[in-house]
């Protein structure tokens, strides 16, 4: 019986498999892409999108915070019955709140989570979680139509120069994260995946760190080997009093807890984190609160 029900299992997940790569091929991406107006990076049959607000100029206990520390805003599309589903985390002015809402609600797209994810920046950033599923161009459309409510770039300009070199030891920062970290636009960048599988709808969030459903740890050099750290946490319920006690124990301060979805399994909590010292040290306190998450190591 047992072999019988993982053969059973197994041949559901090829099925669902195959299913997707089907529906993968049925999408017009380069429809969508000109539509957004821009490339998406590409993991399995997942599309994201990136809108970094590289407009703004946000400054935060002095630190002048690069786009890939926490001004990314992304959009991810992944084939789902009979069309996509869509997921996102647009970063958002105060003003541009209600404007940009107003579009996507009129568009048919929902709205998930609006909240901060830091504090005493400035000027004040706010984050729309949205998501959708349909026709992938009409879903990319009401989004662009949304996104133009804002200041968000919607034209991709030529980087200007090489990204920064990461001042850091990353060498020891992955040991000690117990992952690969990689550069991105001068910042160093983690995604640590849960052990637990995370659905929305019935459908599996993967690969996870595209979805959003990764833990997510920046790290921007600030000088003599000191860092400002961001990110947030995925967590169960009976790990977020854990991860607190342990970010605050080595001087890495909460900013904020709350949702990002609303039918996820099993439910899911996102802790952002703020600090700014030596980057070894602060790795050793991420690394203390990644030890109370069902997370992995690499």
Not at 45 to 56: A, K, N
Not at 70 to 82: E, Q, S
Not at 93 to 98: G, K, Y
Not at 217 to 227: L, V
């Amino acid at each position: 019986m047992r072999n019988t029900l993982f053969a059973f299992i197994g041949l559901g997940a090829c099925l669902l498999g195959s299913v997707s790569e089907a529906q993968a091929q049925n999408v017009d991406w380069q429809k969508v892409d000109e539509t957004l107006g821009r490339k998406p990076a590409v993991s399995d049959d997942v599309h994201r999108y990136g809108f970094p607000r590289s407009d703004l100029s946000v400054t935060l206990d002095g630190v002048t915070i690069k786009p890939a520390l926490a001004l990314g805003g992304w959009v991810a599309f992944k084939p789902a019955h009979g069309g996509a589903m869509v997921m996102g985390d647009l970063v958002l002015l105060e003003t541009e709140i209600n404007p940009v809402m107003a579009k996507m609600i009129a568009n048919g797209l929902e709205i998930t989570a609006i909240h901060n994810h830091l504090l005493r920046a400035s000027p004040a950033t706010f984050y729309m979680h949205v998501a959708g599923h349909g026709d992938p161009v009409k879903l990319a459309s009401a989004i662009h139509d949304a996104l133009a409510e804002s200041k968000t770039p919607l034209t991709v300009a030529a980087p200007a120069s090489p990204a920064p070199a990461v001042d850091l030891d990353t060498a020891k920062l992955d040991q000690i994260i117990g992952s690969k970290g990689q550069a991105n636009g001068g910042v160093y960048q983690f995604n640590v995946k849960r052990r637990d599988p995370i659905t929305q709808d019935g459908m599996p969030l993967t690969p996870v760190a595209p979805m959003g459903v990764a833990i997510g740890i920046n790290f921007q050099p600030t000088g003599g080997g000191k860092a400002a750290i961001t990110g947030d946490f995925v967590l169960t319920g009976n790990e977020v009093n854990p991860v607190i006690l342990a970010l605050r124990t080595h001087g890495i301060e909460v900013t904020a807890l709350h949702s990002h979805m609303l039918d996820e399994q099993p439910r899911l909590f996102f802790m952002h984190f703020w600090a700014n010292e030596d980057a070894i040290k602060l790795a050793e306190g991420l690394r203390a609160a990644l030890d109370k998450t069902a997370s992995t190591k690499s």
